[in-house]
């Protein structure tokens, strides 16, 4: 073997051994874990994601049949009740009976009132105002202003009594 040949087989023994050992260090680089775990990470949760959404469409459209059958179940317990009022009662009581299943009496207007009440009346003794009225109750005489005058004198009084009171003084 000639030396060129010899150096050419090192040289590409060499570069192969260059390309192998940048190819494990970068699978063995910190940096390059770290990014596969992201991604790994990131995978785990768009599948999360996909199946709660699947749960929550899951979830409506059952709900949806649910509403379906409770809406056929009234309907189907309106009907039962029509028939049985039509075979039970008489025609007019039935159809009455029809008629407020489905909301149609407040149209006729047969259980409207006919007259709007009206409110309540003040029915206090024949006083010039009524009892609501603030001078309601109150007396113009002057023997009620002279009890009233006494009233307040004596609790006056009384309250100057009990500032002299030598336990309402105790420290």
């Known amino acids: 073997m000639d030396t060129p040949t010899v150096l050419l087989i090192g040289l590409l023994c060499a570069l192969g051994g260059l390309v192998v050992g940048l190819l494990t260090g ?22 999360r994601l ?34 049985s009022a039509m075979r039970l009662t008489g025609a007019d009581t039935s159809k009455k009976m029809v008629d407020a299943g489905f909301g149609r009496l407040e149209e006729r207007g047969t259980m409207l009132p006919t007259e709007i009440p009206e409110p309540p009346k003040d029915y206090a003794p024949k006083v010039p105002g009524g009892i609501l009225s603030e001078e309601y109750g109150l ?27 030598p336990t309402l003084k105790v420290s």
């Open 26 to 47: 970068r699978s063995l680089h910190p940096g390059e874990q770290e990014r596969k775990a992201t991604e790994h990470k990131l995978k785990e949760a768009q599948e």
């Open 139 to 165: 007396r113009d005489d002057s023997a009620s202003r002279d009890n009233l005058r006494a009233k307040v004198a004596n609790d006056a009084a009384e309250e100057t009594n009990d500032n002299d009171d």
């Open 50 to 83: 996909q199946d709660y959404e699947h749960e929550v469409t899951e979830h409506f459209i059952k709900t949806s049949e649910l509403f379906n059958n409770l809406s056929h179940s009234y309907r189907d317990v309106h009907e039962y009740l029509s028939a």
